[in-house]
């Protein structure tokens, strides 16, 4: 009877030690794989192309924008967006806009595309400063995107999250090139 008592405790001291184990990995796991963070989207980079400006009937300018749009993603899960847009900015107003089309960026990778940005000024109501900046030889542009979609685990939890993407760049007119590429 002794001998019986003694094999149930330590059966049972056996079981105990597997729970706390069991309990640990699953901690574990809940706190790294399953933290679940935002993408980051990002320019990889961008360069101007087919620029003409104008000063006959006020200041004026287009070009195209080539950029390689990156969104990368860390989770251990894939990340699928919604369609978007990237708008470009001159002093806070818009100048240019580019479709993203929805898709998938695979799990701890990062999705590569390059995308056209067709740049104009003619949507501009304000120019007061756009013929110093063309006689400068400098545009500076904003960009801002946002990317909502969801990212799945395991094919079991779908988490909503958007990666957004707020940059500064300095156009140089001189050289067409696209300098102090900065985003956030």
């Known amino acids: 009877m002794k001998g ?3 094999g149930s405790k330590k059966c049972l001291a056996y079981v105990a030690a597997f729970i706390v184990f069991q309990a640990i990995v699953i901690a574990v796991f809940a706190l790294t794989v399953m933290k679940i963070k935002s993408p980051k989207v990002r320019f990889g980079y961008v360069t101007a192309e087919n620029f003409s ?8 300018f287009s070009m195209d924008l080539k950029a390689q749009f990156t969104v990368k993603n860390t ?4 990340f699928k967006y ?16 580019a479709f993203i089309a929805k898709a998938r960026a695979k799990a701890r990778s990062t999705r590569r595309f390059d995308i056209t940005i067709p740049i104009s000024s003619a949507r501009l109501t304000n120019t007061a400063s756009l013929g110093n900046d063309i006689n400068g030889g400098v545009l500076t542009l904003t960009s801002q995107a946002k990317l909502s979609g969801k990212v799945h685990l395991m094919k079991v939890l779908k988490k ?8 500064t760049m300095s156009v140089n007119l001189g050289t067409r090139a696209v300098q102090d590429l900065k985003c956030k």
């Open 53 to 60: 400006s104008s000063n006959t009937n006020g200041p004026s």
């Open 4 to 6: 019986e008592r003694r």
């Open 82 to 97: 919604e369609n978007s847009t990237v708008t470009i900015l001159y002093h806070g107003m818009p100048v240019g806009e």
């Open 160 to 167: 909503k999250k958007s990666g957004e993407m707020s940059c």
């Open 75 to 78: 989770n251990f899960g894939h």
